[in-house]
């Protein structure tokens, strides 16, 4: 079946700039992620849905990021006034429910953000 | 606050060479433990988890080691090959607080 699809797979915008990233999770599944990863760096949490629950934004790293699950489902991810530090490879996970040991979280293949 | 670090940046194996790569983890209340592999140009995968209240686990040609009284987790795979050349990412659990925190990667390279 289909995985986690994101798009762009690449997006290269100027600094000051908006940019929007999308990701579709697997369908029927509730929990969903986003993580930045820089070059060469570990996976940096971002933000987390689950269900219809408050999302835990706790690891958003500046009020210029932002996020929306509409409908349960697709995500996406704003970043406003980008700067060059935002260059990253930005990934999204879902999960049947909050991670157990019982339900994985499946990759999308990311979205490479470029900052000139 | 929890950390997951101590990985080596790289790693060089010879192909048919057993590989072993580890990592430490500093939060003691964590529930499980997740080995993710990550090919060029793609998003992590899952390799295989260990629950915290055991100490070995074995998948095909990978075993995960866990260590709670050092905090220590290590990945062994067995009979490298080509294709398992990739950055290798630990990921610790904290289901109380549906957080995942990953280290920053060891990236595995097999000399033919």
């Known amino acids: 079946g289909a995985g986690v699809s994101q798009s762009p797979s690449n997006k290269v915008t100027e600094k000051g700039k908006d940019v929007e990233l999308r990701c579709d999770p697997i369908?029927?599944?509730?929990?969903l992620y986003w993580y930045r990863q820089s070059l060469g760096q570990g996976l940096e949490f971002l933000i987390y849905?689950?269900?219809?629950?408050?999302?835990?934004k706790s690891g958003l790293p500046s009020d210029r990021f932002s996020a929306e699950r509409t409908g349960g489902s697709v995500s996406t991810l704003t970043i406003q006034r980008t700067q060059q530090e935002d260059s990253a490879v930005y990934l999204c996970?879902?999960?049947?429910?909050?991670?157990?040991?019982?339900?994985?979280?499946?990759f999308g293949p990311g979205t490479r953000l470029t900052v000139l | 606050g929890e950390s997951v670090g101590l990985h080596l940046p790289t790693l060089s194996v010879q192909e048919g060479d057993n590989s072993i790569i580890n990592c430490a983890y500093s939060?003691?209340?964590?529930?499980?433990f997740i080995w993710y592999k990550q090919e060029s140009g793609k998003g992590p995968q899952f390799i295989i988890d260990?629950?915290?209240?055991?100490d070995k686990r074995q998948g095909q040609r990978v075993t995960v080691l866990l260590n709670k009284t050092v905090k220590h987790l290590s990945l062994q795979i067995a009979a490298t090959q080509p294709g398992d050349s990739a950055v290798y990412f630990c990921?610790?659990?904290?289901?109380?607080?549906?957080?995942?925190?990953f280290g920053s990667g060891t990236r595995l390279s097999i000399r033919p």
């Open positions: 996970a879902s999960s049947l429910d909050p991670p157990t040991v019982y339900n994985e979280q499946f």
């Open positions: 369908s029927g599944h509730t929990a």
């Open positions: 849905f689950q269900g219809n629950s408050a999302p835990d």
């Open positions: 939060n003691s209340a964590s529930d499980y």
């Open positions: 260990i629950r915290s209240n055991m």
């Open positions: 990921a610790v659990v904290y289901s109380s607080a549906s957080k995942i925190i």
